[in-house]
């Protein structure tokens, strides 16, 4: 599976942005989805995570209820609608794709529980 993340820029805060993924692949159904961002120096974070199906959706605490992962399986995309952005959320967000679900739930947090990866996409966000 290859991944290709797109749609990061600069935004005030308050503003939103929405981020793209294609993957590649007919196997794309079967994957859970991921976003992580990074920055400079420190950990990958994870952000959201999406079941094969879209019927599940995960979202690390520092932007719940800001953020919605949502995916097309037709057009092999992974979105994440970023809303009422602050000047935290400034870093390189990544896609990431795993073959169907983990073991345990826990483990969707984890960057090392997925497989692929896509090549990051910068936000920016001004103050």
């Known amino acids: 599976v290859q991944l290709q993340a797109c749609g990061g820029g600069l935004v005030q805060a308050g503003g939103s942005l929405r981020l793209s993924c294609a993957a590649s692949?007919?196997?794309?159904?079967?994957?859970?989805m991921g976003w992580f961002r990074q920055a400079p120096g420190k950990e990958r974070e994870f952000a959201a995570a999406?079941?094969?199906?879209?019927?599940?959706?995960y979202y690390g605490d520092s932007v719940k209820g800001r953020f919605t992962i949502s995916r097309d399986n037709a057009k092999n995309t992974v979105y994440l609608q970023m809303n009422s952005l602050k000047p935290e959320d400034t870093d390189v967000y990544y896609c990431?794709?795993?073959?169907?679900?983990?073991?345990?739930?826990?483990?969707?947090?984890?960057?090392?529980?997925?497989?692929?990866w896509g090549q990051g996409t910068l936000v920016t966000v001004s103050s």
């Open positions: 990431a794709a795993r073959p169907g679900a983990p073991a345990t739930l826990d483990r969707l947090f984890e960057a090392d529980e997925y497989d692929y």
């Open positions: 692949g007919r196997t794309f159904s079967s994957y859970t």
């Open positions: 999406i079941s094969w199906n879209g019927g599940s959706t």
